[in-house]
Each structure stands twice: as structure tokens, then as C-alpha cells.
T-cell receptor, first 113, second 114 residues
Framework: SQKIEQNSEALNIQEGKTATLTCNYT??????LQWYRQDPGRGPVFLLL?????KEKRKERLKVTFDTTLKQSLFHITASQPADSATYLC????????????FGIGTKLQVIP | EAGVTQFPSHSVIEKGQTVTLRCDPI?????LYWYRRVMGKEIKFLLH????????ESGMPNNRFLAERTGGTYSTLKVQPAELEDSGVYFC????????????FGQGTRLTVV
């Protein structure tokens, strides 16, 4: 069955450093890979989408890589800030015009001032 | 512009009772999705509407769950009768009809069945 693995343990980093989160998947050939941010008591908020034929995408301090051979995505936050503290979800979806996605369990990031 | 709105934010009901969750998507979004997160597990897809039609309901757990979207606007998700394992956070999301359209999520409804 399709499976997404994210570090379910919390990741603690010092303010100003780069946070790197990992998403590995098996039994899946996604057309798109997405990253979401979720704060306690809130719904997920979309951050970035990367297509299967793209290697890397950037948005401000965020960078996502996508390696379909390794079946892995890395999510980087540079110059991290305490406000970046949240749970980050990896999500995969097939091609098609809708958002039936398979979510990972998420990694909780804590940026320490 | 208002985002996706869900009501109620919390609901505590007894096993065997009925609960109806409501979702108001962003205006103009034809696609509406329901997801659920059971404690300690991943967020899982339940079903997808395109306007008023069910496009995919492969994630619905069983026939105790009934989703509707009359008129293609707001949607309701009814659980009848509720069981203990139905407890969790139910999320609604909506999106425009483009392959890379962003999905906007509501804040969720936390359902507790006791």
C-alpha cells in the first residue's frame, strides 16, 4: 500500500539555521508533491507544490527538492525564525484536476530563539 | 474574502447519536473535499465533490457517513449513528478546477464520541 514517511519526532533547531525536513514514500508514483504547514487547532495551509518532472522549487525562504528515483523530497527553511515553528506535512497526489492527496503524518519543527 | 468555514468547531456526542458537520467553501470553488484525522494518524481523504456531484467517495469509512452538497454550495457530513472510532478532526477543503490549484482548508471540526 502507499506509504509516506516523515520524521514523526520533533525537530529542534536554533534560530537563523536552516531546517531540513524529509519525506520518503513507497508504492507511489505521484504527479505532484506538496508541502503544507499546520498550526495547532488549525487546518493545513498550502506552501509549495512541485511536479514530478521538477527537481527543485523555491519560494522566499523555502526550498523543496523532489527526487523520483530516491522517492524522496526535502523541505528546507533557511534563516529559520521562531514563527516558523509548526508541523509540516508532506502530501502526494496523482495527476488530475483535483486534490485527493495522501498526507504524511507530519514533522513538528521547533525553532529556538 | 472569507476562507473555508466549518461548523461547529467542536462537538461532543454520545455513541449512537447523530451529528452533522457543515462546511462552507470559498465562493466560486467547484471542488470540495472532506478529510479526517484520527488521533495519532495521518489526515485521510474521505470524499470529493465537484459542484453538487460526488466525484470520489472512496475514503468514506462506511454507510454510517453521508455527505451532501445540495446546490453545489455548502456541504454537510452526517454521521449516524456515531461510534467511538469516529472521533477525530474533520477537515473540509475547497479548490478551483485547475490541476495545480491550491486547496484551502477550514479550521476543522473536532468530533468526540463518548
Amino acid at each position: 500500500s502507499q506509504k509516506i514517511e516523515q520524521n514523526s519526532e520533533a525537530l529542534n533547531i536554533q534560530e537563523g539555521k536552516t531546517a531540513t525536513l524529509t519525506c520518503n514514500y513507497t508504492n507511489y508514483s505521484p504527479a505532484y508533491l506538496q508541502w503544507y504547514r499546520q498550526d495547532p487547532g488549525r487546518g493545513p495551509v498550502f506552501l509549495l507544490l512541485i511536479r514530478e518532472n521538477e527537481k527543485e522549487k523555491r519560494k522566499e525562504r523555502l526550498k523543496v527538492t523532489f527526487d523520483t528515483t530516491l522517492k524522496q523530497s526535502l523541505f528546507h527553511i533557511t534563516a529559520s525564525q521562531p514563527a516558523d515553528s509548526a508541523t509540516y506535512l508532506c502530501a502526494l497526489r496523482n495527476s488530475g484536476g483535483y486534490q485527493k492527496v495522501t498526507f504524511g503524518i507530519g514533522t513538528k519543527l521547533q525553532v529556538i530563539p | 474574502e472569507a476562507g473555508v468555514t466549518q461548523f461547529p468547531s467542536h462537538s461532543v456526542i454520545e455513541k449512537g447519536q447523530t451529528v452533522t458537520l457543515r462546511c462552507d467553501p470559498i465562493s466560486g470553488h467547484d471542488n470540495l473535499y472532506w478529510y479526517r484525522r484520527v488521533m495519532g494518524k495521518e489526515i485521510k481523504f474521505l470524499l470529493h465533490f465537484v459542484k453538487e456531484s460526488k466525484q470520489d467517495e472512496s475514503g468514506m469509512p462506511n454507510n454510517r457517513f453521508l455527505a451532501e452538497r445540495t446546490g453545489g454550495t455548502y456541504s454537510t457530513l452526517k454521521v449516524q449513528p456515531a461510534e467511538l472510532e469516529d472521533s477525530g478532526v474533520y477537515f473540509c477543503a475547497s479548490s478551483q478546477d485547475r490541476p495545480t490549484a491550491e486547496a484551502f482548508f477550514g479550521q476543522g471540526t473536532r468530533l468526540t464520541v463518548v
